[in-house]
């Protein structure tokens, strides 16, 4: 049975599910959906997905929303080159991880700050986008002490964990070098300078095969790539 996947470029949750398609070389006919034409709102795409978002991988009659669950969907049919761990160990710690991004950095980034910041800044909403600042912050410390003692989130291995995390943090950096933002002081634009060993890791995904082949289209013609 043939894969087919649907996302859009840019999209953090599509990005870490195509990162783990691309990691397990599971082949997939690729449904790329231009967002400002509204195509994931379109009635063939809300038959797969009625809530309109992507991801979505289909494989036969099973269709499977959520980037994370699609990258489990992914480790039981592809168990090769595994992403959750090999031992209940190894598993435990990629869960963990994943659910400390997803219940706390991760609104944090999208809520806090991207969101605020890309949709214009208000007058009445700065100090909440500086209490997000400093969380993030905070998070991030916590992230380069994990990442100060293993090569990866859940251990010496890349996992599901890495997928889930670096596409916001990459978001956020992106957004951390656009003029306006750097006039905010937020200290998004040198996370790898502020944050050593997060940008030993960073540079650890990028050197991976898979990180080239699911990057954001987009955002290689916007930087001359």
Not at 66 to 85: D, R
Not at 94 to 105: A, D, K, S, T
């Amino acid at each position: 049975m043939e894969y087919d996947f649907y996302w859009i470029s840019g999209s953090p949750n599509a990005w870490r599910a195509m990162l783990a398609l691309e990691y397990k070389d599971v082949s997939y006919n690729s449904h790329r959906l231009d967002a400002s034409k509204q195509e994931h709102k379109s009635s063939a795409f809300l038959t797969l997905n009625p809530q309109g978002k992507v991801p979505v991988l289909k494989h036969g009659d099973t269709v499977v929303c959520e980037s994370i669950a699609i990258m489990a969907y992914l480790e039981s049919v592809h168990p090769k080159s595994p992403l959750f761990g090999v031992t209940a160990a190894e598993t435990g710690l990629v869960w963990q991880r994943i659910f400390e991004f997803v219940n706390g950095l991760r609104d944090l980034i999208d809520d806090g700050v991207v969101r605020p910041l890309s949709q214009g800044l208000k007058p009445d909403s700065k100090d909440a986008l500086t209490a997000a600042t400093i969380a993030v912050h905070e998070s991030l410390a916590r992230l380069e002490a994990v990442l100060g003692v293993t090569d990866y989130l859940a251990g010496d291995r890349v996992s599901a964990a890495d997928f889930t995390v670096v596409p916001n943090l990459l978001m956020l950096m992106r957004l951390g070098i656009r003029p306006d933002v750097l006039a905010l002081e937020l200290r998004f634009n040198d996370v790898r300078s502020t944050y050593p060993a997060i940008a030993k890791w960073l540079a650890r995904l990028e050197a991976l095969p898979a990180f080239d082949a699911a990057y954001p289209p987009h955002w290689l013609l916007s930087s001359g790539g």
